[in-house]
């Protein structure tokens, strides 16, 4: 399994961006995919996941009505839009899938190499 994340920058609080991630090895419309993020001196945390078929969402609480997170199956992409980005915000963000066709998994097995996001004051 193979993701590759693109569409972090550098950004002004208050402003967007929109990453997304390409999954390729296996068939994509199968499985949950989640985004992640670790800041630095921090663990890494899921900020949203999305079932299969996009029928189910999760997002954590800090994020929630800020980020959207959505899926393409017929483009093998699943996708962050981040509005109203807040300094805290800031860290790397990574696309993961999980082993296992899991409905909304808080685990994942298989990740991308991450992409920078930050958020100037």
Known sequence: VRL???G???VQAGGSLRLSCVASGRTFSSYAMGWLRQAPGEG???VAAISWNGGNT???ASVKGRFTISRDNAKNTVYLQMDALKPEDTAV????????????PSEYDYWGQGTQVTVSS
């Open 44 to 46: 890494r945390e899921l």
């Open 4 to 6: 590759v994340e693109s």
């Open 93 to 104: 963000y990574y696309c993961a899938t999980p082993e296992l066709p899991l409905l909304l």
């Open 8 to 10: 972090g920058g550098t």
């Open 58 to 60: 999760y997002y954590r």
